[in-house]
């Protein structure tokens, strides 16, 4: 019961995605119209998490405060570390997963989103993945970003790379304004994978003949759905697994800045804004009663939850980040 409650989720957040992804791109008929290639977005087209990036600039524009920030962040983070199995847990994430948007225009947030990607995300871009992405265009093909960020997040991002569109978690808007709330599920996990599925009937795509790239073995139900995955930029899971299976790998890190670029994914790329606790933490690395916190938090997460050996790993980075 359980787990049919849980697909039923995340087939309602992957339909929502669907529903609400950009089109504009893809209204001319593509040179191969059945094939497609789809691309996680945190660690996979962009060092380092989109929305911690993206929430980076709102506080640097006295949107919110810190204080609020890091409170949104440790749930998000503590979001990563259990997963999507705990329905109560879930809940939490869910509630706190756009909170820091509530009650702000629609357009007002797009617009601000537009500098903040001149400003912090452009230069973050992988150039590899980015040229992954464009010989798929080269080749007539669509290209859609599929992401746990806010969709309107996404679509900004696929628009400034010039991709065909983009697949993201979806806000409640009530008259132009976020709610603060989700429809649905958060675009994670099985999600990501029923928001293609939802996609590839709309458009009328071959999955078997798709392709689809991630960093995180939390993605493995995406890479699962279409005919070539690929993995790239892989954390240990994803990596043995691709090495078992047989799919293809691109890495486009190097050695310190690897493990630097790992610490934002926090216990399991893919999920909403995992990255911000540990660039909030690196941001006030002055005030050492956070510092404190942030350690106790850690600690007292490794204790709570049963973890993986990369993501005991990762939060070993992330104290000695703090």
């Known amino acids: 019961m359980a787990r049919s409650r849980s697909r039923s989720r995340a087939e309602q957040a992957g339909a929502a995605a669907a529903a609400v992804a950009e089109v504009e791109a893809s209204l001319a008929i ?22 911690y990036h993206f929430a980076r600039g709102l506080a640097a524009r006295d949107f919110f405060t810190w204080r609020d920030l890091a409170a949104f962040a440790w749930k998000q983070v503590a979001f990563r570390l259990r997963g999507v ?10 509630q706190a997963a756009l909170a820091f948007v509530a009650g702000h225009g629609v357009d007002e947030v797009v617009a601000l989103g537009e500098e903040i990607y001149d400003e912090l995300m452009a230069d973050r871009i992988w150039s590899g993945t980015r040229a992954l ?7 007539g093909q669509r290209v859609w970003l599929v992401t746990a960020a806010p969709a ?7 628009r400034r790379l010039g991709l065909t569109g983009a697949l993201g978690t979806v806000s409640e808007i009530k008259d132009g304004v976020y709610t603060g709330r989700l429809v649905g599920e958060p675009l994670h996990g099985p999600a990501k994978a029923e928001a293609i599925r939802a996609l590839a009937e709309q458009e009328g795509l071959d ?28 954390d240990g899971r994803l990596r043995k697994v691709a090495r078992q299976e047989g799919w293809e790998v691109r890495d486009f890190r190097t050695g310190r800045k690897a493990a630097r670029i790992g610490v934002p994914a926090a216990a ?3 999920a909403i804004a995992g990255g911000v606790a540990v660039g909030l933490a690196m941001h006030r690395r002055n005030n050492a009663p956070i510092r404190r916190a942030r350690r106790a938090a850690a600690t007292a997460a490794s204790r709570t939850y049963r973890l993986t050996a990369d993501q005991k790993n990762t939060l070993r980075r992330l104290n000695n980040s703090l």
């Not at 309107?152 to 696929?158: C, D, N, T, V």
């Not at 993605?219 to 993995?231: F, K, Q, S």
């Open 30 to 51: 593509p040179a191969d119209p059945l094939v497609a290639a789809f691309f996680d977005v945190d660690n996979t087209m962009m060092q380092g998490a989109s929305i």
């Open 133 to 139: 992405a464009q010989l798929h265009l080269d080749a």
């Open 268 to 270: 399991g790329a893919g």
């Open 152 to 158: 309107e997040l996404a679509s900004l991002l696929a």
């Open 207 to 234: 999955l078997t003949q798709c392709s689809a790239y991630s960093d995180s073995a939390n993605d493995l139900p995406m890479l699962t759905a279409v005919g070539h995955p690929v993995a790239v930029n892989p």
């Open 85 to 94: 199995e705990d329905p109560e847990h879930m809940e939490e994430a869910k």
